[in-house]
């Protein structure tokens, strides 16, 4: 459903080189890397806020894609709710100022249990764990109904069991129907939870079932130290 074959650079920098993937429906793959290898310059080509260079990406007609970056603007400190954060979720169908239906509401409901945040809806976000926010990002981007979720890093500042969760959540929504691209640091959780992986330092140095090239030490080596 997706498809890039592409090249970028920034200024004189060649960042990422003769990138050529595939992305299917309902696929689930991990985007690994060091520092600096052009994961989220090659997400944000997958969610089309910046254009490659050189060559192109293809975005099957009618797919909804929902991007979440990896440094995330908002401000926790806002003095702004769990619920009404969720509620953004709704405002590219229902736009900032119209009412929710009793059906939305429910949906709201039904995505703040979905991420164990329950009850808390009327508290500020401020008081909020680093792993309860993340929590709230996963409930609003489940809210806009994308069939291609990019995530850029959601589990950087995330514990071990609550990025487990997360990962079983993204497991459910694959089964739903969902193709999902995720950055992540996490190696060992990588290999367990997401079947594809794709090595990347500026080029591709492999793709394939995450239960292969991740234990493939030599490569591992080779994407990070390239
Ligand atoms: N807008 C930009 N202008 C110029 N250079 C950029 C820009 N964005 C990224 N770069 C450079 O491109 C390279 C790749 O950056 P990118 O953010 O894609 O890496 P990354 O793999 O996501 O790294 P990290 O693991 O630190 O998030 C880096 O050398 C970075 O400095
Ligand atoms: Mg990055």
Request: charged letters at 20%.
């Amino acid at each position: 459903m997706l498809s890039l074959s592409l090249s970028h650079m920034f200024g004189d920098t060649n960042v990422l080189r003769d990138i050529n993937l595939n992305f299917s429906k309902g696929s689930f793959t991990a985007i690994i890397g060091p520092n600096g290898a052009g994961k989220s310059t090659l997400l944000k080509m997958c969610a089309g806020v910046l254009k490659p260079s050189q060559g192109t990406v293809k975005l099957k007609a009618g797919i909804k894609r929902a991007y979440l970056p990896q440094h995330n603007q908002l401000d926790r400190h806002f003095p702004i709710s769990v619920h009404d954060v969720i509620a953004m979720g709704f405002w590219p169908k229902i736009g900032l100022y119209n009412r929710l239906t009793q059906i939305d509401k429910n949906r709201l409901a039904h995505a703040l249990a979905m991420v164990g945040l329950e009850g808390l809806e009327d508290s500020p976000i401020s008081v909020l764990s680093g792993g309860q926010f993340q929590r709230l990002l996963f409930a609003r981007l489940w809210l806009q109904e994308a069939d291609l979720l990019i995530l850029d890093e959601p589990f950087s500042a995330v514990d071990q069991p609550t990025t487990e969760d997360l990962l079983a959540l993204l497991q459910n929504w694959i089964l739903e129907g969902k193709t999902i691209i995720t950055v992540i640091h996490q190696l060992p959780l990588a290999e367990h939870y997401i079947p594809q992986s794709i090595l990347l330092n500026r080029s591709v140095i492999a793709k394939g079932p995450s239960k292969e090239i991740l234990k493939d030490a030599a490569l591992i080596r080779k994407a990070y130290v390239a």
